[in-house]
């Protein structure tokens, strides 16, 4: 009976679907079926959660999965498939419209920045096979994960299983793994007791401990690192550097930089992720206001004068530092930078890299009275270790070059003050100040999962916000509800926030605040920078409160933080 349907299909009179479902041999409508049936589980299962998980726009994706599922569908039922010609027709127009719909989602969602590079879909069936492959191998606890190039561009392979040292690269691989996992920017090795180390994240500034290490391992580790790095081991005192490339897990050739240093406590290795990216930044994407942008820049349009950065240890002073001689024009002015340690190339700026341990170094007062002695247009000094180096800036001459003085100071006020008591005469040192950069970090509120409340009306006041203007303010997550159930919230893995932002306080030092520095009357001189009504780091960052980028908590945490001791 199938058998003359087909041959009818010859005659002329078309089948399709829709008059004679039950009449075509049944492997047709199987064979078109299957592909609704993979393209709908992996609509509802992959792309539907990922879409919530990501809010990519849930409804308006279902709809267009809808209307190619239908397309798809009206192939089959419009398309005669009696013959085998209609039959690998419809099929092929299935395949093309189930397939373009998922091809259509991944493509335009992965340019979505609001989802994480490795959180972005691959169709790559290799790719994904490597990746099981590779999460699987990792779940093997204790083996080595990672491919790692040190020094002149080595590999450096793992030993063999059997030999000692195994144990030591797993376990010196599973710290690096846990910060990068955790989205640290340093991590840190270093004695907590007598007999135990421990490793530290430091995470959107903000410090997490590790487990502890026995004292024996984390030598090891610590060794293992120097070595990858090239640098020497047997050297435990000294601050040494080095740099290493990391690959697997996630990370693709990331740069992880390598210091170490010793005390009498014992030693301490900080690894730093992605150094020079950490400090490349536009001073737009600081977190400066548009308004404290522009007075920098006027202060570049004139010659002379020293500003003060104030900032905290880890606190993203180098950052800082780097975009302020970034909005100077290296090709018309001589810029020379004097740092302990730097962090990345700036094009056209001489960088001067002060080693302190050098037996033959001048110590670094000397070097930024010579520097100072060649007139450059500007001079960037990294910090101020010691009064003779601000005794020297302030004897130079200011009318010719401009000095900047990256220092730790919790606010604005509090780097004049220690500045003009470093010169000792606080009438010199007055006579040479331009101005004075107060400069914090908030973390910024993770978009994925951050939730809207209501302030209520006490809390504005507290505040110091008009009640009829914010609406709403934001609060951390670090969940979101995929098909109605919680999950860790896959950007920030629940932190609820996923990076930092600076606020920044940007006085001007004119000739009243020259007065009140001159007679040391800080209290004069706090009132003068008030009354300019310039925004301090503090109204900054509830300003960025307002805007939804960080939350009351992180405000209000810029006022309680005692200055960090490093
Ligand atoms: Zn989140």
């Known amino acids: ?7 009818a299909q010859g005659t002329g009179s078309p089948l399709t679907l829709a008059s004679g479902f039950m009449l075509v041999s049944p492997w047709k409508p199987i064979i078109l079926f299957a592909p609704f049936v993979a393209w709908a589980w992996f609509v509802s299962s992959v792309l539907d959660k990922h879409a919530q998980r990501f809010f990519l726009g849930r409804e308006k994706w279902a709809l267009i999965h809808m209307i190619f599922g239908m397309a798809a569908l009206a192939a089959v039922v419009l398309v005669p498939i009696g013959g085998i010609a209609g039959f690998a027709a419809a099929l092929l127009i299935v395949l093309a419209l189930l397939a373009g719909n998922i091809g259509i989602f991944t493509a335009i969602t992965n340019k979505d920045e609001r989802v994480p590079e490795h959180q972005k879909l691959t169709l790559n069936f290799e790719e994904m096979k490597t990746a099981r492959e590779d999460k699987a191998k990792a779940k093997q606890l204790g083996s080595s994960a990672l491919s790692i190039v040190g020094a002149n561009k080595m590999g450096v392979p793992p030993p063999p299983k059997e030999a000692p040292e195994y144990a030591v690269r797993v376990a010196a691989e599973q710290v690096l793994q846990k910060g990068f996992t955790v989205h640290a920017s340093q991590v840190d090795i270093l004695p907590a007791n007598e007999s135990t180390y421990a490793a530290s994240y430091l995470v959107d500034g903000v410090r997490q401990a590790g487990d502890p290490l026995p004292k024996a391992d984390a030598i090891q580790i610590i060794d293992f690192w120097k070595s990858a790095a090239g ?12 740099e290493v490339s990391v690959s697997g897990e996630g990370m693709s050739g990331t740069p992880v930089r390598m210091t170490s240093s010793g005390s009498a406590s014992g030693m301490r290795l900080s690894m730093l992720f992605n150094p020079a990216e950490a400090v490349r930044r536009k001073p737009e994407d600081l977190g400066l206001l548009d308004s404290q942008i522009e007075m920098l820049r006027e202060w570049n349009n004139e010659r002379g004068g020293v500003v003060l950065i104030a900032g905290q240890p880890d606190g993203g002073r180098t950052t800082t530092m780097y975009s302020v001689i970034r909005l100077h024009d290296a090709y018309t002015q001589g810029i020379t930078s004097l740092e302990f340690d730097v962090q990345d190339a ?25 520097t100072l002695r060649r007139d450059p247009d500007v001079v960037a000094l990294a910090e101020l270790p010691d009064p003779q180096t601000a005794a020297n800036v302030a004897n130079s001459d200011l009318e010719r070059s401009r000095v900047y003085i990256s220092m730790k100071a919790n606010s604005a006020l509090e780097a004049v003050q220690i500045y003009a008591k470093a010169v000792g005469d606080p009438v010199l040192a007055a006579e040479g100040l331009r101005g004075v ?4 970090l ?4 993770c978009g994925n999962c951050k939730v809207a409340y209501p302030p209520t009306p006490e809390m504005l006041k507290k505040l110091g916000l008009p009640g009829d203007r914010v609406k709403q303010l934001f609060k951390k997550g670090g969940q979101v509800l995929v098909r109605n159930k919680p999950e860790v919230c896959p950007v920030c893995n629940g932190v609820g926030y996923m990076g930092q932002t600076g606020v920044f306080g940007v006085f001007p030092i004119e000739s009243e605040e020259k007065a009140l520095i001159g007679e040391g009357n800080w209290s004069g001189l706090r009132a003068a920078m008030r009354k300019r009504q310039l925004p301090s780091a503090q109204q900054a960052a509830l300003r960025k409160a307002v805007e939804g980028l960080t939350s009351i908590e992180e405000v209000t945490r810029l006022s309680s933080d005692k200055p960090k001791k490093k």
């Open 346 to 370: 700036i094009e056209g700026v001489k960088q001067i890299q002060f080693d302190p341990a050098a037996d033959d170094a001048p110590d670094y007062a000397t070097l930024v009275r010579s």
């Open 231 to 242: 640098m020497d081991i047997n050297d435990r005192r000294r601050k040494l550097t080095g």
């Open 1 to 7: 009976m199938l058998e003359s349907f087909t041959l």
């Open 437 to 440: 950069i107060g400069h914090r």
């Open 442 to 445: 908030v973390r910024v509120l």
